[in-house]
Structures are given as C-alpha cells and as structure tokens.
C-alpha cells in the first residue's frame, strides 16, 4: 500500500471542510475535529513510512512548465516527520488558549499546517511557491487575530518582512524559469549548470534573503520578538517549529543542492556571519526577562547554529543541521508549550516574578528541566547529535565555528537562571493555588519527550532517512 | 559484556518512580550493590586483559561515529572503586535523609552513579563526554537538592555552569581530535599523536587541562565546589570522593599522553601547586565543616594533578583510591556531627558537646590520614605521588604537608575541645559505613606493595618523605598548642589574618565580576535588539497607514479570506482532478 502524497492535501482539505461545515451544526469542538484530521495525516505519514510514497503528478499549464506535483526528495522525510507531528502534539498539549474554540482559527492553522507539508513536498516551484504564501497568510491571520499585545502591529510587520522574503523567492523562481525554461525541481537539478554565473550569483543571493528572513538569522530578524511574542501560543510554536524550517529547508534546497559551488565560496563570509549572530542572539535571549521572549531568541540562536552547519557545505555538518531542526523543532514547541501552561496558571510570562514554582507543579518542573537539558545539548537527547555533527562538520572548513560554543555557554547560564528564578526558591505566595498539569498536558509532553529521545539515542533513523545530500 | 556493569544502576534509576517511596533506598542500594558485584566480577576475571568493545551509533559522511567501552586494569579498578564507595554513601543515605523526599534524591543518586561508572569506562571520547556531560547535569540536580532554598539552587546552578565551561572545552579538543584523526577512540588517538600538528596539540592540551581543571574544582575554576556544599551531605561525599572531581583528575590521567607530548605538564604542577596553597590557606580561616572539607578536597585534587604533571599517573590513581576513602569517611563523620547537633559549624558544634561521640576515633583515623600520618593509607599514597618531584616541588610539598595539618588538626581539636558531651545519633546505617572506611584507611597502605601488579607505580622513601612527615607532625603539634590549649592567641589572629588576606584576592569577585558583565552584556544587547526591532516596527506602522487607504477593498472579515483561500484550494484540487 503506497502512500500517495496528494493525501497530504486531501486530508486537511476534508477537515478544513469539516471545520466549516461544524461551525454550523455544532456537533462537536473544533479542536477535536483538527485533531482528528491532523491525526489521520500523521497516520498517513506512518503508514508511508512503512510502504514508501507515491508522487503525484500532474501538469495544469503545459507552457508554463506548471505541473501539481508532488514528490519526496533526499531531504524531504525529517522535514515532513516535523511538520506533520509537532503541530499535531502542540494543539493536544495547548488547551488553555483563548483561540480555543474559534473556527477561523482552526482553519488557518489547518492551513498553515497543510501547506507547510506541501512545501516540503512540492516538486515544482510554483506549488511550492503558492503554499509557501499560504503559510505565510494564515499565520499572519493568527498573529493578527488571535494574538495579544500589539498583535495587529506584530502581524504587519511579519507579513511586511516575510513577504519581502517571499518576493525575493519569487523573483528567485522566475529567474530560474528564465533560465532553465522549467519549474519543475527535478529538470532544475539536471539543468542548474546553464544558468549563466551572474544570473545564479543573483538567484543564490535572492534564496540566501529568503532564509535569512525565514529562519531567522541575525541581522534580517527584527520581525521575530514581535511576531513571536504577540503570536497565541499555537502560533508561536507553530513559527518556531515549523516555518522556521522552511527556511532551514529552501537554504539545503536551493543554496546548497542547485548552487553548491557559489555557496561554497561564500562559506566563510557566511559562517562568520552565522558565529555573529549565534553569539548576538545567545547574549540578546540572556538579556530578556519574558520567558516567551527569551525562547523566541533561544530559538534564533539554534537557528544560528543550523545556519552555520548549512553554510559550512560539509555533508556531516548539513547532516546535523537536518537533525538539529528537526529535534529543535520538538524541543522549542514543547518549551512554548510549557510556557504557555504556566502562564494560563501564574498568569505572568515575566521570569523575576514568580518563584518556587516546583512545589505546586513537579510534574510540569520535571519536564521543563528535562528540556532544558536537552536543548542545552545534553548526551542522549536529540540536540546533542545536531550540534556535535555541525560542529565536527563546519570545524575542518573554519575552525573558529568553535567560538559558537560560547553562545552555548552563555545559553547554559539563562536557561538556568530561569528554571531557578521560576521553579526553585519559596513559593510565591500568589501561587498557593496553582495546580498541577492536566493529564492531556502531560501525554502531549510524553509524545515530545519520546521523539526527544528517540532522535537522540537512535540519530541513525534521521540520517538513514535521508539520501546522501 | 562490560556495559553490564552500568545496566543495574540505570535501572534502578528507572524502576524507582514505580516503587512506593518508602523503597526507593532498597531499589537504590540493589542496584549499586550488582554494579559493585559485577565491576568486582569482571575485576577478577579480566584482570591483566585489554579489551575494548565498540558500537556504532551512526556514520555520516563515511565516517562512523562510534562508541566504545575499555576494560583493563585501571578502568576495571576505578569501577570497582566508583561502585564500593557509591555504596556506602547509599547505606550512609539512609541515615542522612531519613526524613526527606526520598524518591527524587535516589533516582538522582542511581543516575549519578550509572554517570560515573559509564566514564570510567569509556575508551571513546565521545562516550566519555556523554557521560561527562550526565555528571554535570546529575551533579546539578544533587546539589540543588533542596530546591525550595536559596542557596542550594544557586549552588547548583554556579556547579553546572562553570562546570561546563571545562565541558564545552572537552567537546571542543574532541571535535579538533577528531577532525585530526579521524577517530574518537583514546587508544587510537594516543597511537597516531605524531601525526597531529604541535600547534593543534597544545591547544587541545590546553583545552583539556581546561576541562579537567574545571570538573576537579582547580584553580580558578574552584569556587563552585565550595558553595556545593549547600547540597545534602552524602551528595557531598559522593561529589567530593571517588566520583565528579575525580573524574577531572582521571581525564587528565587518561590524556597525559597528549599533555605531554604538548609538552604542558609544567602547567599542569604548576596550577596544582597553586591550587593546594590557596586551598590550605582558605581551610585555615572556614568554620563551617563541610566546606573545610571542600578546600581539603580541593587540596587534595591539586595533589593528584601534580603527580600527573610530573608523569606518575600510577601514583595518582593510588591517592585517587585513597582520598575517596577517608574524605567520604570524613563527610560521613561531619554529616552525623550534623544531623545530632543541628550545625556544620564547628565552633557551634563544640559547644553543643561533641566531646565523647563514636564518631571521635573515626574522625582521628580520618583526619591522621589526610595529613598523612603512617600507618595511614595517605602517607603511602604521598610516599608515590612525590615520586617525580624535583627539588623545589619537593620543598613545596613539605610546605604543603605542614599546612596541612594544621588545618586539618585545626577543625579536630576544635570540633572535640570541649568537655561538655551530649549523646551523638547511633545507627547501624551510620556506622557501619563509618567503620568500615576507618578500617580500610588504616590498613589500606599495604595496598600499595601490591599495586604495582594492578597498575605500574613507584614509590621511595626519601629523606623529604621524612621531612613532610616530621612537617605534618609539626602542624598538628602546632593545632594541638594553638587549638586545643589556645595558646599564642595572637598568632592565631595573624594566621587568620593572612588566611582573610588570601580570601580577599578569592577569585569569587573576580568570577562574580565577569558573570555580571556578561548578564549585563546580555541586557545591553537585549535593549539594542529591542531598539532595532522597534526601528523596523515603524516601517510596518506606516505601512498600516498605508493600508487603510485601501481599507474599502479588504472588508476585513476573516472568514471571507478564508473562503477565498478554500476556494482557491478546491479549485486547484478540481483542476488537478480534471487535468487527470
């Protein structure tokens, strides 16, 4: 039984129709309707990872070089096992949010989830396009609607810099097409080499824009405390696990894959960039006293290192970058998660004013530590093997990567200046009535520790799962 | 199978969340005790053998990365010895923390030791720095035990960070290795070490000097070891004796090959050196027990590392073996002062009449070898560490040694002076540990007749072998005037003036210093970042202005994008299945 890929689209298509449909008769929540959808999609995404996949193909606009179609690459397997699981454990885990029990969220974040699948699928570059945008609308619907704070303004200013990201992909795309006369990704491959040096030079710089603004990496970051921060926490994760790796992925895909021989030459103007900004966001996260914040800045400065693993173009340390977006991704959703558990109880994202936390609440503590430990890069929890590839990679092209190791020392600092400012010390004396995670909370923490630890101690299904890049 | 060894205690960690708390301890202990009758085990049977085992946990790019375990004759001996102390400290557990939490505190224990016993192990670096890195996170936990404290939950925090400032210097010279050799195995490194460039070995050197320092509380990285102290009292005597500082000393007694060749050992005597004379200083002036002991731990790591710098790594395992008996003898003697008198104070624990507790013999027996007094096993551990000395080290050392006991004397004749006497606590979970490292510290020295077959060591008696001796004889005669009979009160005065004098260039200001400038740092780059994004914030503001002039074309009902996106979507799902 070989799993065709379109099931990727008709299956949160018919839970979006659901959803719709649901508003009117009001049978049942619409939570549980997208998670049953999201459900049935990673059931999917299991069952094709047992049989194998089928592409999809099919051509809409013959002289256009426009086709629908569908095929997993080298690359595409971590990347799906991401964006099919982390929302999916995210909605389970977040059921305090005041997003709850709207329609139009769930259907954007439907969508979001959707097309992120599909982009990370898409064999052909206008699909890939118009999904990627998709992504992006619907996140900005979330941001815009569902957030607190200054969300309108947040939203804005993320649709004004990822959308500058997607234009210059856009026009990416259309130089190729110029140039090769195709957009399908396979024809690409086999054509990239007739594409004249300035135009490719053009093209490579436009892609770098893009994932500099997606990922992101110091200095195109400035839409991300906002964003991040004004963002309902289903969308904060949702940015921080799963569109962050889009840019992750376009980087591999299109610098990496279709110009190796220009990346190659930049990567050391590229990695020192990426050493700056892992150091800049490691001290601008120590800086922050909003826990939601500080895990926005925390997430860039992975980000950071995966930027640097990409840039490095050695194959372990590309290898790593793979595994390490993949494993920050289960890590940094259930770090927001989290936090957003505490601040439905204490009421404060504010570090320096709650305290003692643990008494009340161990089991959420236990977890808390627990990934702590392993996005500081902990032995035998996934981020470990990220960072130990990126650095074995990258250090034999610039052995100065090895200053990032501060950034993770000064990381060490402020996660646990944090665990300790939140959960050890005496108890606050607001907090005497705060009650433990539900039992819900605690299996969506369950399922993100076991892929924490799976990946960490079997890295080997990650690698194997990919083809030699 | 090697990794045998490991499995009970990592499975006791396992298994105790499932056991009612009033069982954790047994499950706990269990555990320990097979890992003890295994390492003992695989002792006997593969003594003299070499043999190394490997697993591959991925390959990338060709190269595998792989782990790979060690067995011979001093991995063999150490976790024997991990193992046989880790279990007196649970059976002294089971006194100390009676009357805490004890699931938490035993899970974390069984992980711990599981952490050491797997570093003793390693033959791969790799494997190494993983359960490095599980040392400094259990180490955390056990320090911070008592979370609902101030000052245990900096404490632990202070270990875990300056500790990983050594781990992030480790994963670096492994990183640079590897990139060398290709290679994660020890033995393989230290076999190909001429190809490596010089300039490349003396900065993995000086990495893992870094790393070892960092892990043995070492000069300048010391002061998280003393502030560790917050932490439950058998956490100390496990940190403190065979395990966490040991295993900074046993990397560095495992990369000596590499120091050497970088020819950095003389960095190595030379902080060692350094280390035990700010430590005997700072012991001088400590009224609190517990951290008297951490400045003699301190003290006595210095001296395994300046074996290690002179070459003689037999001599500093043998003292390894031989600190961890007496200072977790002397932290159980501390911890049962404590739990009866209420106070590690030793002025206050005094004065509450300790005059004619049990714990006076086992005390003498453990302070008589810290100084080094024969028949004690220490004084024939110094015997073999002050092998490779030259004349100065060893004039250094006598210095030492007098200093030594003086503060050692020092914290006895004041812990015991009074005459008031009150009834000590008495249990068989006490004492039995209590007696039984007393008497492994008395007749342990003769261990060293036959070391040799275990591990190549040498030893002379020499005429500074005497002076050290006749040294630390002087110094307890000196605690007995100054402490016990309280003469020369203003020579105590100056003693504790010079002592105060050290504290005062303690590096702890410095440290502070540098860990507020870099959170200030941080804070700095915080308001920067906040400016920038602020900067960009305008561009999107009046990019709303903009928008609302063409508000009448959005009619900003969500729903409505909604529809039109679904639509779109149907349509291309229509399309796709009409194209078919």
Known sequence: ?469 | MLFFILLPAIIATLLIPLFRKEYSFIVSITGTALSLILSGYHFYAGFGKIIEQSYTWMTVNGYSIVLSTVSNNLTLFMATLVSFISLMVLIFSTFYMKKEPQKRFYAEMSFFIFSMLGLVISNSLLLFFVFWEFIGVSSYLLIGFWYSKEAPSAAGKKALVITRIGDMALLAAIIILFTAVHTFSLSSILNELSVIPPATMAIVSVLLITAAFSKAAQFPFYTWLIDAMEGPTPVSALLHSATMVAAGAYLAVLVLPIIQSAGMTGLVTGFGFLTSLIAAFLALRERHFKKILAYSTMESLAFMFLAIGTANTGGAVFYLFTHAVFKSLLFFVSGVLALSFGTYDIYKIKSRGSRKSWVLIPSLIGFLSLSAIPPFMSFFAHLSITYGFNFYENVGFVVISFLTALFAFRAFFIIFSSNRSRPTLKDPAAYFPVYILAAVSSVGGSFLLFFNNLLPIQYRLDMFSYLSLVAAALGIYMALELFYYKKASRMVAKLYLLSDRIANYRYDNILLYTGNSIVGFGEVVAEFDNVLARSFSRLAASAMYLSSKSRRIQNGDALSYIDAIFIGMVALLLLVVVML
């Open chain 1, 1 to 469: 039984m070989i799993i065709n890929l379109i099931g990727f689209l008709i299956i949160p298509l018919i839970g979006i129709m659901a959803l719709i449909l649901n508003n009117y008769t009001k049978s049942t929540s619409q939570k549980n309707i997208t998670i049953i959808s999201m459900c049935s999609t990673a059931v999917l995404f299991l069952v094709g990872l047992v049989y194998g996949f089928g592409g999809f193909d099919v051509s809409l606009v013959q002289s256009l070089d426009f086709s629908f179609s569908l095929v997993t690459n080298s690359l595409s397997t971590p990347f799906i096992l991401l964006s099919v699981f982390v929302p999916l454990i995210a909605i389970i885990s977040l059921n305090r949010e005041k997003s709850e029990s709207s329609t139009i969220f769930h259907i954007f974040y439907m969508l979001a989830y959707m097309s992120a699948i599909i982009v990370f699928i898409s064999g052909n570059l206008i699909s890939l396009f118009l999904f990627w945008e998709v992504t992006v609308l619907s996140m900005f619907f979330i941001i815009s609607l569902f957030g607190d704070g200054a969300n309108k303004r947040s939203a804005m200013k993320f649709l004004i810099f990822t959308q500058f990201g997607s234009l210059t992909l856009l026009g990416a795309f259309i130089l190729v097409f110029i140039y090769t006369g195709s957009f399908s990704l396979t024809t690409l491959f086999a054509t990239a080499s007739s594409i004249p040096s300035i135009v490719s030079y053009t093209i490579f710089i436009f892609i770098l824009v893009t994932a500099l603004i997606k990922m992101p990496v110091f200095p195109l970051h400035e839409w991300l405390p906002d964003a991040y921060l004004s963002a309902p926490m289903s969308g904060t994760v949702f940015l921080s696990a799963v569109m962050s790796k889009l840019g992750g992925y376009i980087l591999i895909l299109f610098g990496l894959e279709l110009f190796p021989s220009i990346l190659h030459r930049f990567s050391i103007p590229l990695l020192i960039l990426g050493i700056i900004a892992v150091i800049y966001m490691a001290f601008a996260a120590s800086g922050q006293k909003n826990l939601k914040s500080m895990l926005s800045y925390s997430s860039a400065f992975y980000m950071g290192l995966v930027f640097i693993g990409i840039v490095s173009t050695s194959v372990s340390a590309v290898t790593g970058s793979v595994i390490l977006m993949v494993s920050h991704s289960f890590i940094i959703a259930s770090l927001f998660a989290m936090s957003s558990m505490l601040f439905s109880r204490i009421g404060t994202h504010d570090i320096y004013k709650s305290g003692g936390v643990m008494k009340r609440m161990p089991v959420l503590t236990f977890f808390f530590v627990f990934m702590v430990f392993a996005t500081l890069g902990v032995p035998g929890l996934s981020n470990f093997v990220g960072e130990l590839l990126i650095f074995i990679g990258s250090y034999s092209v610039f052995p100065f990567v090895l200053v990032s190791l501060v950034g993770l020392l000064v990381a060490t600092n402020y996660y646990l200046n944090s665990v300790r400012k939140i959960f050890y010390g005496t108890l606050h004396s607001s907090l005497k009535k705060i009650s433990d995670i539900s039992l819900v909370e605690i299996f969506g923490l369950s399922l993100f520790s076991f892929f924490v630890i799976l990946i960490g101690l079997y890295p080997s299904l990650i690698i194997g799962s990919f083809g030699v890049i």
